[in-house]
């Protein structure tokens, strides 16, 4: 079969030999893995308790990835692994009601997928962009990275009274090397900033005698992850619903921003063939199986999108092999426990530059789409979202015994989302004047 592509090494049906199979899979897995990992921690870290399991995060995230090759019938070669998106709405549903109630809302969340998936093949996929223009997107993509820029803060230690000295060297070295890495760095190094900046930190960490490997020394060299049960560890809880499944809305333009950016790599446009249905779809079966087993929900990995343009290796065949090695490492219970033991000033040190990014996104989709600000709609769409959203506003109902809550990004989407389409647009009424000014 001849790719679409003809500046592709190798094309999304080819097989690479056996030696570089693996190493180009490897390469995906380091892509993937600094962020895949960095969301249960962050969670855990947000909470206070253990929400997500790091092992479960890594083996829903190639089983998620191995169905979305299957749904999307190999022609798409997408990594799936952890979503940032739902960060803070998981760590407000832990608050609200309990883990149960989170994993039940990231299920819902897939199943929304999956009915979206089945009405874009119905009904076609125009009406999407209709519901969720920039001006919207824009907006809850910058409300998510900056609701969580106060979790950044407080892991380095910058709202105590006084900062310990050894919090502000690690954090200091590892926000250091991922923004140059992020700057400067050079080929693989380029793509996974977050993980070589976390290595760094840790390694300094570890020298000032602030990690304990204990619990490394005592781990088993196979373990089973923490699996929750299917259908029976689960709660439904309306208040959980509203605060996580609405921030679906926001992976969805992001799931189909980056199948714009890898059909333009790979030369062949992927929202119509496999098609945005079965994508879609792919990503929502895999979400729903993640949050059945107990781990985060999926989304569509622009760096592992980025190696492909960097590599031109688009083999679904590399894909499928890296979604194979993350399940493998999952079992290794030494991994697990270094992962666990990462000090707090680490991570703090990362999500400045990681939530600060976050925010950047959003304002760029706001910029790329020139978005009209003199356009009076947009401006109150836009500043009702973001006051909101980082406001702390919370809308709780009570009915009887039933009680329903939103807060947050959720509130901020639902009600941009409302305010756009209910808003009539600005008509534009031109009035000439006619100068009394004798220019001659």
Known sequence: ??????????????????????????????AMFGATILVPIVVNTTAGADVLSIPVALVTSGIGTLIYLLCTRGRSPVYLGSSFAFIAPMVAGYALAGKGSVFTALMIVGLLYFAISCIIRVSGKAWINKLLPPVIVGPMIMVIGLSLAPTAISEIGLDLPVIPLENLIVALVAFLTTAFLAVRGKGILRVIPFLIG????YIVAAALGMVDFSQTLAANVIEIPKFYLPFMHYDLNFAAILTIVPIALVTIVEHIGDHKVLSEIIGRDLI?????????MGDGIATFCAALLGGPANTTYGENT????????????????AAIIAIIFAFSGHLTALLTAIPAPVLGGISVLLYGFICVNGLKILIQNQVDFNNTKNVVVVATMLVLGLGGATLALAYGDLSLAMSGMSLAAIVGIVLNLAIPEEKHEWVCFRSSINYS
């Open 1 to 30: 079969m001849v790719e679409e592509n003809n500046n592709m090494l190798l094309g999304v049906r080819d097989k690479p030999p056996a030696v570089n199979w693996v190493l180009l899979a490897i390469q995906h897995v380091c």
């Open 272 to 280: 119509e063939d496999p098609g945005l249905d079965r994508t879609l």
């Open 306 to 321: 980025s190696v492909v343009g960097m590599t031109r290796v688009a083999s679904v065949y590399v894909i499928g092999l």
């Open 198 to 201: 976390i290595i760094a930190g």
